[in-house]
């Protein structure tokens, strides 16, 4: 087998010196461990994460660009309905899943490299494990993260997402949330950075307040005259309901049957520097948090 350097090993052979290590249950051989292309997946993030800021915060002004109006499905029903004459950039649910795909690989590619600096010999079960408890990290870290050494070891069962004490979910956890969607982004779907109602203002009159009935607020994925609010009475009623507009939306990173709505514009870097003091922590190698300087 040829290498970039010019050295030649067979498959299976040790390299004098030990530039190479050979993996003996598939009979090819890995450089010695280096840390560095860990860090360029990492700048390769950050250039995908602020190429989606500056996109947002030049889109962002179109977002209060929204007019709601309310119209009578029926003498009991009326529903406030959203327009708009602007698109969210296709792009961004691409470049949503390649930024949390390498931050997932990252990971991944640390414990390949923290075996071989133990002198251990990798193979394909090798990965950093995300684990929602005790007893699943026990059952599979021995397979996940053999021959890694016991400094290692300590520092990512600390990292993994069942050890959070602030009482939030582990689905919103960052490790759990990025290995999620990298899963759902590789299987299923492209990540959809969708436009939701934040919250809006409305007030009922005398005649609503005779009449009864609900408010119900709809939190989906908006399109063209997607109902946000939906006011049903127990009599009819032919007044129609007072809606603020334009109303207030938001753009989140979509949700899914595996993970929350996230906050767009500020999730993503949040992870990646969640991610980076992670890889710190585990291999006691500097690396850089994403700059804020964005625009």
């Known amino acids: 087998m040829r290498f970039g350097t010019g050295i030649v090993a067979p498959p299976g052979v040790c390299c004098v010196g030990s530039f190479f290590v050979a993996i003996a249950s598939r009979g090819y051989a890995v450089p010695d461990f280096n840390f560095a292309p860990i860090g360029e997946r990492l700048t390769r993030t950050r250039k995908h994460i602020d190429d989606l800021l500056r ?20 003498e009991r ?28 690989s990252a990971l991944d590619n640390m414990v390949w490299q923290l075996v071989i600096a133990n002198g251990a010999v990798p193979g394909d079960k090798h990965e950093f494990p995300i684990a929602k408890d005790w007893g699943w990290f026990q059952k599979v870290a021995l397979t996940k993260l053999a021959g890694v050494g016991k400094d290692a070891f300590t520092a990512i069962e600390r990292a993994q997402p069942y050890n959070r004490s602030d009482g939030k979910p582990i689905t ?43 408010v119900t607020m709809i939190l989906s994925p908006l399109s063209q005259g997607t109902p946000v609010m939906d006011f049903v009475f127990k009599e009819p009623c032919l007044h129609k309901v007072y809606v603020k507009s334009p109303m207030t939306l938001q753009v989140k990173i979509a949700e ?23 890889i710190g922590n585990v291999t006691g190698v500097p690396t850089e948090p994403l700059s804020r300087g964005s625009s």
């Open 256 to 278: 899914t049957e595996r993970t929350p709505y996230f906050d767009f514009p500020t999730w993503l870097p949040a992870v990646h520097d969640a991610v980076v003091r992670v």
């Open 77 to 104: 029903h009326q529903a406030a309905k959203v327009y708009f004459d602007w698109e969210i950039p296709p792009w961004w649910g691409v470049a949503i899943g390649e930024a949390v795909h390498h931050l997932r």
């Open 172 to 214: 919103n956890h960052f490790l759990w949330s990025v290995n999620e969607l990298d899963i759902v982004d590789k299987h299923h779907v492209i990540h959809v950075a969708a436009v939701i109602p934040e919250g809006n203002e409305w007030r009922w009159d005398q005649a609503h307040l005779d009449a009864g009935g609900k």
């Open 55 to 74: 996109s947002y915060n030049h889109f962002a002004p179109n977002l209060d660009r929204n007019r709601v109006v309310v119209e009578q499905e029926n």
